[in-house]
Each structure stands twice: as C-alpha cells, then as structure tokens.
C-alpha cells in the first residue's frame, strides 16, 4: 500500500451532539471510509474514523495483531465519542466490529450501518488454517475489489493468516449472537461482491432481533462499496438512518 497516503491514518470531527463510530475493513484502512466519515461530519455529527491496529502500514504488522486487538480499538473509539447519542457504521470487517459491539453494549449503541459484512467465512481449508499459518503464513491480497476505474483503497497485497483466522473465529461468535443487537440496523449489500458472499446480509437479517431493520441492495458496487459507483447513495440511506435513529423516529421513515 502507498504508506504515505493521508487518506489512511485515523481521522474524527470533534464537533457535533450526536457521534458515530466509522470502521474500516480487514487489510484496509479508513482510506475506504473517509468519505463517508467527511459526508457524517458535514451532517453534524461528531466523528470518529480510527485506524484499527496492524492497518494502515505494512501487512507484516497486521500479521502481529488479533480480533481483540482490532475490537479494543473499536471500544476506545466509541468511548471517545462520550456520552452522546452514538451510532456505528462498519464495511466488511468494520460491520462485524459494529456488531459485536452493538451485542455487548446494546444500551450504548443507538443505530448500526453495515455496508457489505461479514460474519461467515466458508471454505474447505478452514479446518487446516491452524496448520496452514504455521506453514504458509500468508496469501495473496484481496483488495481493491471496486467496479469504479481508478479508484483505491491502498489495501495489503498479502493477508496474514494468522490474523485471519482469528477474524473467522470470531466471526462464528458474532454469528451466534445476533438476535443480541437491537438497535435499528440497516444493512447495505452489493449484489455483486468478490470479497464477501452477499448471502452473509441474508444471515445477519434472518439473525437480527432489532425491531427496525432494512436491507438495500446495491446494484453498481462491488465490495468496497463506500469508494465505488454507489457511495453516495450510501452516504445519503445513512445519514437518513441514523439522523432518524437518533432523534426517536423510525429511521425508515425519514
């Protein structure tokens, strides 16, 4: 990745009476959620975009760091937000993050965006990854997965397997507790994803308990949806979501 991209270190407004927490996925960092944080910040929001440990620099540090690490960042970002009404929206592995969140602290969490998420990894070497890390610690990048020309997210061109596998393990516990998160969700899917099986929306929805939910399909996008033909219809539906959410109306109605 081209680490001397401002695009990805952390970033936050500080202003604003109500907060949302924006999560970056697995090998990227917030270049694929600036936009969507700046369009949050002009909305009148207070901010918070952090780089998430072994993000944002060279894929030999994400090899060193595990899901408790990226999730006790999640935690410290949102704490960060104070005691406002605070919202979270995630991509990818930013989505799992904002569920786990939402389940253990479902008092704190007012509203939850997620934009491609994934909480199942399916493949026939799974069972083998304990072995396989041990043996070929990496494999190719998966980045960059944008149907819009020129656009980048500065991704990894390796992924650890090592962090990898701990991202699937919790996955499996995400999974198993989603009827936990009952803030009002709304979940953002490409109908064409060469990351995450969009079938993973379908196992969140059929999961979620929440009284409100919605699922929108995005036809022109594929993975990195935020930076892809269909961002701004996803900065619009989230704003829309949480401005709705937070002030105590159905957000489907705004």
Same mark, same amino acid.
């Given at each position: 990745?081209?680490?001397?991209?401002?695009?990805?270190?952390?970033?936050?407004?500080?202003?604003?009476?109500?907060?949302?927490?924006? +999560?970056?996925?697995?090998? %990227?960092?917030? @270049?694929?959620?600036?936009? =969507? #944080?700046?369009?949050?910040?002009?909305?009148?929001? *207070?901010?918070? +975009?952090?780089?998430?440990? %072994?993000?944002? @620099?060279?894929?030999?540090? =994400? #090899?060193?760091?595990?899901?408790?690490?990226?999730? *006790?960042?999640?935690?410290a970002a949102f704490d960060r937000l104070g005691a406002r009404p605070r919202a979270i929206v995630g991509l990818s592995m930013g989505g799992t993050l904002a569920l786990d969140l939402a389940q253990r602290r479902p008092h704190d969490v007012a509203a939850l965006v997620v934009v491609n998420p994934a909480v199942t990894f399916r493949h026939p070497l799974r069972p083998a990854l304990g072995l396989l890390k041990r043996v070929v610690p990496t494999f190719p990048g998966v980045g960059n997965d944008i149907a819009r020309p020129g656009a980048d997210e500065h991704p990894y061109p390796r992924v650890p397997l090592g962090a990898a596998a701990s991202l699937f393990d919790a996955q499996d516990v995400i999974r198993a507790g989603l009827d936990r998160v009952t803030a009002p969700t709304l979940v953002l899917t490409s109908r064409t994803d060469?990351?995450?099986?969009?079938?993973?929306?379908?196992?969140?929805?059929?999961?979620?308990?929440?009284?409100?939910?919605?699922?929108?399909?995005?036809?022109?996008?594929?993975?990195?949806?935020?930076?892809?033909?269909?961002?701004?219809?996803?900065?619009?539906?989230?704003?829309?979501?949480?401005?709705?959410?937070?002030?105590?109306?159905?957000?489907?109605?705004?």
């Open positions: 990745m081209n680490l001397s991209a401002p695009s990805a270190a952390a970033w936050s407004n500080p202003v604003g009476d109500t907060g949302v927490l924006v +999560l970056h996925g697995f090998t %990227g960092n917030p @270049t694929a959620m600036r936009p =969507l #944080a700046e369009r949050l910040a002009a909305a009148g929001h *207070r901010v918070e +975009l952090p780089r998430l440990p %072994g993000h944002g @620099t060279t894929w030999q540090d =994400l #090899a060193t760091t595990r899901w408790d690490d990226w999730a *006790r960042e999640a935690d060469h990351t995450v099986d969009p079938a993973n929306s379908g196992i969140i929805m059929r999961g979620l308990t929440a009284a409100i939910t919605e699922q929108v399909w995005l036809e022109r996008s594929f993975h990195v949806a935020t930076l892809d033909y269909d961002a701004e219809v996803i900065a619009d539906r989230t704003i829309a979501w949480i401005d709705g959410a937070l002030a105590g109306t159905s957000p489907a109605d705004t």
